[in-house]
Every structure is written in structure tokens, then in C-alpha cells.
């Protein structure tokens, strides 16, 4: 196990409901990415956060959004839910300064009706 | 933009067979990481390997071992003497260098291997 955590473990809201996703790092660890993956798919970089900003954002829109606490633990909030929101999200976490590799939580699955 | 590619979708071998798992990569970059990550069916994604990008030594763990040719650019994952616990998705996953990026990761599709006894 890596020591990433995230809760809750799978989730049901209905499309246009709004939901928050958590993530506790490993210790040590003051980076943390989010990645949604899709069914079939590989996992897709959402944003990045260091010592509580926003350091680097993939192809997702605004209503995904995100923070990181004094503890380095995160939040990915994301408004507004479509169908399309489905999938599995992914919290990973390394050692800024550190060597480059993600070690990534259990993931909590989202399911939008 | 940076790409990676895994071609072989699904792959199914009988155990103790060897297989290997093909990663082509793409990316303007001349200072990059490579990855190779594991996907059991509960989801969480396993850290394998990293490699530099210039470091081309071919490494060797247990029954594992990985390819790096910048010539071709290609990664590729040999399992040896495969198992049963070996049965996941396996994702190839490319990042470059540049502190700024956070080295957010690049990932392939994906190739579901099926070890059967």
C-alpha cells in the first residue's frame, strides 16, 4: 500500500448535483495530482496542487475544482455533474524536489444518474 | 504534445508462458520519465518502474523486466514465467521534466492482460 487514502469509496449523485472528493497524501508527500479514468480508458490529469495552489491543470473544465490543506491533503470538487462525469477518480501524491514518480490512492468511483 | 501508445488491448496467455507488453512514446521533449503502472481490479494503480530518459539500461526484477530504446521509442514490459496474480491492467505513462509541469503523467489505454491457469 502506498499510504494515499481517499474517501469515500464510490458515490452516487444524480447529474446536476455538485460532489466533493477527498484525499490524504503519503507522509512526506506535499504534491497531489487528480486523474479521472474513464471505463476502458487510462487515467486523465485533471490538476495539480503545492503548498495549497493550483500548479498545473489538464483539459477539464472550470466546473472541476480543487484545494489543498496546511496538512497537504486535497479536495477535488466538481459542479454541475454530467452523465459523462462517471468514472474513477484517482488522488497521487509525491515529494516535490523529490524523484518524479505518483503514488496513487484507491480511488473513489463516481457514478452520475 | 506528448502521446503514448499501447497497441495491444487485451492480451490472454496460459501460465508460465512469457509476454510482453509494448509501449510506443512520443514527445518533443529531450529530458522525460517513463513509467509502468499496474491496475488490479480493486483500482488502485501500482507503481512499477521509472525510467530516465537518459539512462537506456534495460532492467531486471524477479520475473519482470523492461526495454527502453530511444531509438524507437518504445518501453517495453516482459513478464517471465507469467502467474495468475499477474492478471491486471498495465499502464505505460510518459512524463516530461520541467519542474513546472508537476511531471503530471501521460497515460496509454491501457492493455488488460489475462493470465488463466
Known amino acids: 500500500e502506498t499510504g494515499v487514502t481517499q474517501s469515500p469509496t464510490h458515490l452516487i449523485k444524480t447529474r446536476g448535483q455538485q460532489v466533493t472528493l477527498r484525499c490524504s497524501s503519503q507522509?512526506?508527500?506535499?504534491?497531489v495530482s487528480w486523474y479521472q479514468q474513464a471505463l476502458g480508458q487510462g487515467p486523465q490529469f485533471i490538476f495539480q496542487?503545492?503548498?495549497?495552489?493550483?500548479?498545473g491543470r489538464g483539459n477539464f473544465p472550470p466546473r472541476f475544482s480543487g484545494l489543498q490543506f496546511p496538512n497537504y491533503s486535497s479536495e477535488l470538487n466538481v459542479n454541475a455533474l454530467e452523465l459523462d462525469d462517471s468514472a474513477l477518480y484517482l488522488c497521487a501524491s509525491r515529494e516535490r524536489g523529490g524523484p518524479p514518480t505518483q503514488y496513487f490512492g484507491p480511488g473513489t468511483r463516481l457514478l452520475v444518474l | 504534445a506528448q502521446k503514448v501508445t499501447q497497441a495491444q488491448t487485451e492480451i490472454s496467455v496460459v501460465e508460465k508462458e512469457d509476454v510482453t507488453l509494448d509501449c510506443v512514446y512520443e514527445?518533443?521533449?529531450?529530458?522525460?520519465?517513463l513509467f509502468w503502472y499496474k491496475q488490479p481490479p480493486s483500482g488502485e494503480l501500482v507503481f512499477l518502474i521509472r525510467?530516465?530518459?537518459?539512462?537506456?539500461q534495460n532492467e531486471i526484477s524477479g520475473r519482470y523486466s523492461w526495454n527502453f530504446q530511444k531509438s524507437t521509442s518504445s518501453f517495453n514490459f516482459t513478464i517471465t514465467a507469467s502467474q495468475v496474480v499477474d492478471s491486471a491492467v498495465y499502464f505505460c505513462a510518459l512524463s516530461d521534466s520541467s519542474i513546472g509541469s508537476g511531471y503530471a503523467l501521460n497515460f496509454g489505454k491501457g492493455t488488460s492482460l489475462l493470465v488463466t491457469p
Open positions: 507522509s512526506g508527500h506535499n504534491t
Open positions: 496542487y503545492y503548498r495549497e495552489e493550483e500548479n
Open positions: 525510467r530516465n530518459s537518459f539512462d537506456e
Open positions: 514527445t518533443r521533449d529531450t529530458t522525460y520519465y
